[in-house]
C-alpha cells in the first residue's frame, strides 16, 4: 500500500462525517471517535439533525455528484457510498473544507447496504459510473443486476427515483433489460446525452470518471427509472 493511500485511509478516520464498516461479518458501523454505531433509520435523525429527503450515491468514487448535488440542493441529505476509502477520502475532505452540514460518507460493500438502512429510509438513489463487470459470469454483481434492484427497493421509500449514468453501452443496455425484466418504470432513457441539450441540469455534473471518459471520445448515457 503507498504512502498516500495509507494516508487517506488513516485520514477518513478521523473525519466526523465519514462512518466505515471494517468488516462484512460485523453490522455496524464506525464515526470518526471508533465507537460502533447501529445506524439503520437513524440517519437523519442522528447524523443530518433532520428529517429531509435522503439521497444515496452508491459507487460514488471522490463524490463528485455527492458534492455538487448537496451544494446545489441544501434542503436534503446526501452520503456517498464506496468500499474504497481512499477515493471517499477526496470527497469528505472536501465537504469538510466548505462546511456542507447535508453530506456523509459510508465505506461499505453495497452488496450488505440492507444491514445500514432502513426500509423505507431512502428518497432517491444515484448510481454514476460504476464497474461494468462486462464478463457474463459477473453480471450479478453490477449494480443494476436483480438482487441489487431488490435491495434498493427495501431501503427506498415506495416511487423512489433511480438515476442511473455510465459510459458503458453494454452496462446501459443490460441494466435497461434488468429493469424491465424486474417490473420496474423507466422514466428516461438516453443514449449520448451530451449529443443535444441536456433535458435535467443535474446531468451536467461531471465526475472525474466522466471527464476522463469524454476527454477519451467515449459517450455518456443516462437513464432514470422508478421504484
Known sequence: ????????????????????????TNP?????????????????????????????????????????LAQKYPNRNYIGVDAKGA??????????????????FARMRIENIL???????VDEIWITFPD???????????????????RYQKICKPGAIVHFKTDDLPLFDSTKESIDAFGLKTLYY?????????????????TYYEKAHLANGRTINYLKFQL
Open 1 to 24: 500500500m503507498g504512502k498516500d493511500k495509507t494516508f487517506r485511509l488513516n485520514s477518513i478516520g478521523t473525519f466526523a462525517n465519514v462512518f466505515q464498516n471494517h468488516h462484512f
Open 28 to 68: 455496524k458501523l464506525v464515526n470518526h471517535l471508533q465507537q460502533e454505531l447501529e445506524m439503520k433509520g437513524k440517519w437523519k435523525k442522528d447524523v443530518f439533525k433532520n428529517e429531509n429527503p435522503l439521497t444515496l450515491e452508491l459507487a460514488c468514487g471522490k463524490g463528485d455528484y455527492t458534492l455538487a
Open 87 to 104: 477515493r471517499i477520502f477526496i470527497g469528505a475532505k472536501q465537504a469538510l473544507e466548505k462546511k456542507l452540514p447535508n453530506i456523509a
Open 115 to 121: 444491514n445500514f438502512f432502513e426500509g423505507g429510509e
Open 132 to 150: 461494468p463487470f462486462p464478463k457474463k459470469g459477473d453480471a450479478k454483481r453490477r449494480l443494476s443486476a436483480k438482487g441489487f434492484l431488490e
Open 190 to 206: 438516453k443514449e449520448d446525452i451530451y449529443a443535444s441539450a441536456l433535458d435535467f441540469e443535474e446531468l451536467n455534473i461531471q
